[in-house]
């Protein structure tokens, strides 16, 4: 029973992240309008299960990222406003993070699209 109690409230503080995230951080909304979008694409497309997951994986990762960049700024901030080198460096390979998932998003959809669209014709 402990360990019932222990996961609810872990789905409560997950809730409440994402929450706050979604209140806070206009990337994350923008990037959550994104997934709303791609996702029933990725579900809607004449494609295999396998490249379904990789769609889908990659738009996922994207969010997943944004939720760790903006705890790594949230940390940094909470600990000091006072500019830092290396508190620069976190934000800064935080937001590369994000940058790179969003690449691998791109070009996993770019793919995809470009071998739906050249095997109609």
Wanted: net charge neutral; proline share 2%; hydrophobic share 60%.
């Amino acid at each position: 029973m402990n360990a019932l109690l222990h996961l609810w409230k872990a789905f409560g503080y997950s809730l409440q992240g994402l929450r706050n995230t979604l209140y806070d951080e206009t990337a994350f909304r923008i990037e959550l309008a994104v997934a709303v979008i791609l996702i029933p694409v990725a579900v809607l497309l004449p494609v295999s299960l396998i490249v379904r997951i990789l769609l889908i994986g990659s738009v996922l990762l994207v969010l997943i990222v944004e939720l760790l960049n903006t705890a790594v700024e949230a940390a940094v901030n909470r600990i000091s406003t006072e500019h830092h080198p290396l508190s620069a460096k976190a934000k800064d390979a935080g937001s590369a993070a994000v940058f790179m998932a969003s690449i691998n998003l791109i070009v996993i959809w770019g793919i995809v699209l470009f071998d739906l669209i050249s095997n109609i014709s």
